[in-house]
C-alpha cells in the first residue's frame, strides 16, 4: 500500500506563485507516473500535469508555461511549481501516482490518490 500526502496549497493573489508537494510513503515500490490534478467547484477532476519516471513531462494548456512539475525520485516526492496564477487557477489540487510493487508471482501496478490541497487565487 501507498499513501501520498499533499502540501503546499494555500490563498495566494493572482500573479503569485505556490509550490505544492506529493510525497509517497509505503513499503516496496517503484513510483512510475505521477499526476497533479485539479476540481473547481462545479467542474470535472482534470489532468494538469503528469511526469514519467525519466522526468519526461506533459502539460494541460491551460498551464503550460506557468506550472513545472518535477519529481525527486530518492525521496518518492513530486513537486508542481505554479507561478502567475489567475483566478481561475483556484481548485482543490489533487496527486495521483501510479506505483509497480511486487506482489508474488508478479510485479503488479496500483493507483493511488491524495487528498487534496486547496489553492484559492483571490485579490
Known amino acids: 500500500q501507498v499513501q501520498l500526502v499533499e502540501s503546499g496549497g494555500g490563498l495566494v493573489q493572482p500573479g503569485g506563485s505556490l509550490r505544492l508537494s506529493c510525497a509517497a510513503s509505503?513499503?516496496?515500490?517503484?513510483?512510475?507516473?505521477v499526476g497533479w490534478y485539479r476540481q473547481a467547484p462545479g467542474k470535472q477532476r482534470e489532468l494538469i500535469a503528469e511526469i514519467q519516471r525519466d522526468g519526461s513531462a506533459d502539460y494541460a494548456d491551460s498551464v503550460k508555461g506557468r506550472f513545472t512539475i518535477s519529481r525527486d525520485n530518492p525521496k518518492n516526492t513530486a513537486y508542481l511549481q505554479m507561478n502567475s496564477l489567475k483566478l481561475e487557477d483556484t481548485a482543490v489540487y489533487y496527486c495521483?501516482?501510479?506505483?509497480?510493487?511486487?506482489?508474488?508471482?508478479?510485479?503488479?501496478?496500483?493507483?493511488?490518490w491524495g487528498q487534496g490541497t486547496q489553492v484559492t487565487v483571490s485579490s
Open positions: 495521483n501516482a501510479r506505483a509497480i510493487m511486487f506482489m508474488p508471482p508478479a510485479f503488479r501496478e496500483f493507483d493511488y
Open positions: 509505503g513499503s516496496e515500490f517503484t513510483l512510475t507516473s
